[in-house]
């Protein structure tokens, strides 16, 4: 599993590449937790490289989606429709914006 | 976790009534135990789960005795299964759960426990709280989540959803208040994979398992035999075994502990019973005959 973070205006812009389980998903909370500990609120989490998401890392994006508070804004992007369904079975596009592509989360 | 309570300890503490009894009815209480007890190892990193299975994923203590009992038994059956499957086999061993988490609560000085004798063997027994602090605890930290549509705690979460599938949101809100707020009550129940299945598992068991009508065949058996085979069965209903291997040795026939089994219930007259593996005992349900074998 592999993270880059670059900074995209006033956002900071994370692409994942790998699985998203128990094993790394607490290094991406980690990861994320840290940039909102230094003032980043604004992330968008680009899933176009992620083929597996288990309870473990919906768990984390919660976490950290709890950290950054209403102020904040955890927005996911390019979802496969394998994690997509996952997000849907349970509910977390109902807490998290989900968009088709990385120039919709922009906008 | 910084909790006081573990899930498991706060979903009993919510089916403890103002007299001291336990609810809902006892069968129920156990898949939702064993579903808190993964969902707390869930949240400790110990296990995890996605669509189709439960996975292991780090064997080391916790430090708690019963999520260490439930992980090392996890361990020791390390098949590939669905969620539904694994709450079922921990559920199986909820009775001795449920013992120890009553004793772990009046250890936190969060309940006593009250005998009192009806007859000159058979007692009742019940745990009134002490104090109420926790149980306001929990449930202010559960409505104000449930009130406002922050993004919910890993806890909180997980207490939610086992109210929900469990049928126990009474215990934590009016019935005008859960009709209010049942679209966020669904929409934190379902967040966690294994809170959906307990639903599943839960449907599943009061759709094909009918406890009241199965208590009065039972007496109505009478032989010992006839009523530890009329127990395995309704286990192997209940819990979906199929395999005799998957039974506990206190119910295999194959099992030299089966005998014993055997012998307890014609002392007691009632096979209304669970075997305590960690004491060695024969426990009769809500009543505090207790046999060593």
Avoid at chain 2, 102 to 110: D, E, F, P
Avoid at chain 2, 211 to 223: D, E, M, P, V
Avoid at chain 2, 253 to 264: D, N, V
Wanted: net charge negative.
């Amino acid at each position: 599993m592999e993270i880059r973070i670059t900074q995209e205006n006033d956002l900071q812009y994370i692409e994942i590449q790998g699985r998203v389980d128990a094993v790394n998903s607490g290094e991406i909370q980690d990861k994320l937790i840290a940039l909102a500990d230094a003032g980043h609120i604004k992330l968008l989490v680009c899933m176009e490289n992620v083929d597996y998401i288990s309870s473990s890392g919906l768990r984390s994006f919660l976490s950290v989606g709890k950290k950054l508070g209403k102020e904040g804004r955890l927005r996911f992007c390019c979802m496969k429709p394998s994690v997509k369904e996952v997000f849907t079975i349970t509910g977390f596009n109902s807490i998290f914006q989900i968009f088709e592509s990385k120039a919709d989360a922009m906008a | 976790m910084s909790n006081f309570l573990t899930i498991p300890e706060e979903i009993l503490l919510l089916s403890i009534d103002e007299t001291g009894g336990i609810s809902p009815e006892s069968k129920t209480l156990d898949v939702v135990l064993a579903s808190a007890i993964l969902m707390d190892l869930a949240i400790r990193r110990r296990i995890d789960t996605d669509l189709q299975k439960l996975i292991l994923v780090d064997g080391a203590p916790t430090g708690d005795a019963i999520l260490d009992d439930a992980l090392t038994f996890l361990y020791e059956n390390p098949a590939e299964k669905p969620i539904e499957h694994w709450v079922s086999q921990v559920g199986l061993r909820a009775d001795l759960y449920k013992e120890d988490l009553l004793a772990s609560l009046t250890l936190k000085k969060v309940i006593k426990v009250e005998n009192k004798r009806i007859l000159w063997m058979l007692t009742s027994r019940k745990y009134p709280i002490i104090g109420n602090k926790e149980l306001k605890e929990v449930k202010t930290r559960v409505r104000d989540l449930i009130y406002s549509d922050d993004i919910p705690d890993l806890q909180e979460m997980a207490i939610v959803s086992l109210a929900y599938y469990g049928s126990m949101l009474e215990f934590l809100l009016t019935t005008e208040a859960i009709e209010i707020y049942r679209t966020r009550i669904e929409q934190i129940a379902k967040m966690d994979l294994i809170g959906q299945s307990i639903g599943k598992a839960l449907a599943e068991l009061s759709a094909s398992f009918q406890f009241s009508n199965r208590a009065k065949a039972i007496l109505g058996i009478k032989t010992p035999e006839q009523k530890l085979e009329t127990l395995v069965e309704d286990i192997k209903t209940k819990y979906r075994i199929v395999k005799e291997e998957d039974l506990p040795d206190w119910l295999r026939k194959s099992h030299p502990q089966y005998a014993r089994t055997l012998e307890f219930i014609d002392k007691v007259g009632t096979s209304d019973i669970y075997y305590h593996a960690g004491r060695k005992e024969y426990v009769v349900r809500d009543y505090s005959s207790v046999f060593s074998i």
